[in-house]
């Protein structure tokens, strides 16, 4: 068969092939190898294994170990490192061959980059799946007691006069009531809820965030001041993330104001952005200062 339909077959392989003559001088690659390897065949003729592989010392020594006892490899795995520097795991059979005029080797090489991506991503998966069992077993854990908690507050609430107390209690049964759904999230892990979105009264949850802080800002003195916008329409979000997100606020605020002095809320609509962009005409925006 005509030396040029191998030549031309072999240079249509996507697997990087590289032909030497015994003593390691390079004889041929094909435009695989020549893009694994960084350097044009041109430029790489006639160079040795061991200026080509340079960085990669495994393959070099697979290449003496296969010339010495005439036994191909299959498959091993190494770290190449091309003339640009780069590194890649790759996958090298060393095949013994005999030509017209000596003996020498075939080297084929096949980068592994695409597949160790793969493995890890596998790998991550995995671990996350893990993770989220475990998770889950933690929050079923969480939420007996929980359980416990919103009973007993319900029975306080039933045996107590209306006032005060009930208004601590009511907040023990919403934040129970708020916690068990975010452990239903975590539960949910593999298989999550939609991100449920409807119009909130921005006030009502602004109030329950300052509730959760009232008792610390009494035993501190601290009055709250709350200049709320009553022309504001509902806002659309989700009520525990919106609570979640307000009581951080408020919680840290308190922690900064020094004892006796005003916690000031206040609400209104958006005219401009932090960063003077003006709001879309198509959207309705409100602020919250705390």
């Not at 759904?181 to 949910?188: P, Q, S, Y």
């Not at 602004?206 to 008792?215: F, G, N, R, T, V």
């Not at 206040?266 to 401009?272: D, N, Q």
Request: proline share 5%; glycine share 8%.
């Amino acid at each position: 068969m005509d030396e040029k339909i191998f030549e031309t077959a072999l240079s249509s392989l996507a697997e990087a092939i590289v032909l030497f003559a015994s003593d390691g001088t390079l004889l041929w690659v094909n435009p695989a190898a020549e893009q694994l390897l960084g350097m044009s065949g041109r430029r790489l003729e006639g160079k040795r294994a061991i200026d080509i592989f340079h960085g990669s010392a495994d393959i070099a020594d697979e290449m003496e170990r296969v010339m010495a006892n005439g036994y191909a490899i299959f498959d091993n795995e190494a770290q190449l490192v091309n003339y640009s520097g780069a590194h890649f795991p790759v996958s090298v059979s060393i095949h013994p061959m005999e030509y017209e005029g000596g003996r020498g080797l075939v080297v084929a090489m096949r980068d592994l980059t695409g597949l160790k991506a793969l493995e890890r991503s596998v790998k991550l998966r995995e671990k996350a799946e893990e993770t989220a069992v475990l998770v889950a077993g933690i929050a079923h854990e969480i939420k007996n007691p929980l359980s416990g908690i919103r009973g007993a507050a319900q029975l306080v609430q039933r045996e107590t006069e209306k006032g005060r107390m009930e208004e601590y209690t009511s907040l023990i049964i919403k934040e129970t009531d708020r916690i068990n759904r975010l452990i239903i999230d975590l539960i949910e892990l593999n298989n999550p809820a939609l991100f449920v979105m409807r119009p909130e009264n921005i006030h009502s949850v602004l109030d329950e965030a300052i509730l959760s802080q009232k008792m610390e800002m009494e035993k501190r003195g601290i009055q709250v001041v709350k200049l709320y916008d009553p022309s504001l329409p509902p806002v659309e979000g989700n009520r525990d993330r919106l609570v979640q997100v307000f009581m951080n606020l408020v919680k840290n605020s308190v922690e900064a104001c020094p004892d006796g002095g005003e916690l000031i809320v206040r609400s209104g609509p958006a005219w401009r952005f932090p960063d003077g962009a003006p709001p879309r005409k198509d959207k309705k925006y409100a602020t919250v200062e705390i």
